[in-house]
């Protein structure tokens, strides 16, 4: 991507059987509004169940959506923390509440619930080019699990690009920066948040550099001040700047579509009990 182009990167998280036709007419709206590439979060197992058996219709939508443009990234396992952060708990745990799945986890458990969820996805025939946790609450074992199956990462203030497996068990390598940019949401935690987040989202359209990063989910679509604050986002951002996927910010090229191996044995709720 030329360093000059001003972009617009839209995330629309928590992608899962229940969610699916909120986020089906949030991508429509966006598309709307001009926004013709979007980075699509998919929870692998919400409720512990494959996605090619309990909603076929998003797996789909999820194909045709790729074949459009939009990229596909893994949002961790389950969204759900299983694990107690302790009684000191990180400040991930604290930002990320009951979503900071993998706070609290040992590197066995992370690296199951990773790769549990890729061949999740894998299966569907809808691999994932890169990995966000939920509530972007990184530990070093989840970043350690990354090195192999993702080309990008995304954390609350820029992508980056996951490091190799040797990398991943050298102290003293860091993840690159493929691009700096914060992320701004409307999904303020609390009353208070929540009542700020569309002036916080106004600014962060105003203040953005060479990228503006947004993040939606499912429930902005039920709170027409939130809708209405992005739309003005949107409206400004539209002879500026030109829409864009993860993948092309870190400057990767997406995954081909591959066929689904809906007929492959799925891997059982045991599994997905042990992973997490």
Not at 40 to 46: E, F, S
Not at 149 to 167: D, P, V
Request: charged letters at 25%; glycine letters at 8%.
């Amino acid at each position: 991507m030329p360093p000059s182009l001003r972009t617009i990167a839209v995330a629309l998280h928590d992608i899962e059987p229940a969610t699916f036709e909120r986020c089906a007419l949030i991508r429509d709206w966006l598309d709307d509004h001009g926004v013709d590439r979007v980075t699509l979060l998919v929870i692998p197992a919400r409720d512990l169940h494959p996605l090619h058996e309990r909603s076929p219709e998003m797996v789909d939508w999820l194909a045709e959506r790729r074949r459009l443009g939009d990229s596909i990234a893994q949002h961790g396992f389950q969204h759900r923390r299983l694990r107690s952060a302790g009684w000191r708990p990180p400040l991930q745990a604290l930002r990320g509440g009951r979503g900071a799945e993998f706070v609290g986890l040992d590197d066995t458990e992370t690296r199951r619930a990773v790769e549990a969820g890729w061949r999740l996805l894998k299966l569907a025939g809808i691999e994932p080019d890169g990995f966000v946790a939920p509530a972007y609450a990184y530990t070093p074992a989840l970043r350690r699990a990354l090195g192999v199956r993702y080309r990008w990462w995304a954390s609350l203030l820029g992508l980056h690009g996951a490091l190799t497996l040797e990398q991943a068990h050298d102290a003293s390598q860091r993840p690159a920066w493929r691009q700096l940019a914060p992320a701004w949401s409307l999904g303020g935690d609390g009353l208070a948040g929540r009542a700020l987040s569309p002036a916080l989202l106004r600014t962060g359209g105003l203040l953005a550099g060479r990228t503006l990063r947004l993040d939606l989910h499912p429930a902005d679509l039920q709170r027409p001040r939130h809708m209405l604050a992005l739309e003005w986002v949107l409206q400004r951002a539209a002879h500026r700047r030109t829409a864009a996927t993860y993948d092309e910010l870190a400057d990767v090229e997406p995954r081909a579509l591959q066929p689904s191996a809906l007929k492959t044995e799925a891997p059982n709720a045991s599994t997905f009990g042990s992973a997490a």
